[in-house]
Structure formats: C-alpha cells, structure tokens
C-alpha cells in the first residue's frame, strides 16, 4: 500500500477508536429507566453513527485501493487506540496484559504489512 492509502488506512482506525469514546459516552448518558427518546436524541450516540457512517465509506474507499489482506490488519491499531483514549479521556487504566497485547498487535500488524 502506498502511504496515502496507508495514512487513510489509519484515518479510518482512528474514527472507529473515537466513535468507541463516543458510543462509551453515549452509554454513560442514559439513564437507568430509559425511554426510546433517551437514545434517539442522544447527541453523543448520533455523532458516534455519524462518525461510524462516514469512517465506513472511507473504508470502503480503501478497500478499492488496497488489498483486504494489507489493510484490514490496521484495524488492530484499534485494541491499542481505544484503550489509550479510555485512559486520556475517561481515567480508565490500562492493565499490563493490554500493553502486552498490543506489542503483539503491532508486531502482527508489522508483519502483515509487509506482505505482498
């Protein structure tokens, strides 16, 4: 993959990580005993599908560039993009297997890159 389609590629990860951030903040802002209307106007759930709608059509945009076996491998970067943002953004923690994982995720991901 040549480095637009790549930075693309990553783009496209990037949305998905910050449309998790978004879903996760969708959920913490409905209640408990919820109504249909605390799900269809929830503005963090309605700029998560938003995101998620255009990130898939850029997706779809890569994948006609891009072979699914170079690209769809970045969607991993995802394991290791949601967490940090959870941490940056949420105060989450990030437990030692996460970290261990995601060496593991970008070695794979450095591998399969490298494909031809």
């Not at 783009?11 to 996760?24: A, D, H, R, T």
């Not at 990130?55 to 991993?76: D, E, Q």
């Amino acid at each position: 993959m040549n480095l637009l389609i790549t930075s693309i590629t990553i783009l496209c990860v990037v949305g998905i990580s910050v449309g998790q951030m978004l879903f996760k903040k969708a959920a913490s802002g409905i209640p408990t005993d919820f109504v249909w209307r605390d799900w269809i106007l929830n503005p963090w759930l309605i700029t998560a599908l938003v995101l998620y709608g255009i990130t898939t059509l850029v997706w779809i945009w890569v994948l006609r560039y891009a072979p699914l076996h170079l690209a769809y491998p970045f969607m991993g970067l995802a394991f290791l993009i949601v967490p940090c943002l959870g941490w940056l953004f949420l105060g989450e923690s990030v437990q030692m297997p996460t970290v261990i994982g995601g060496i593991f995720i970008l070695l794979g991901i450095g591998i399969a890159s490298r494909a031809t």
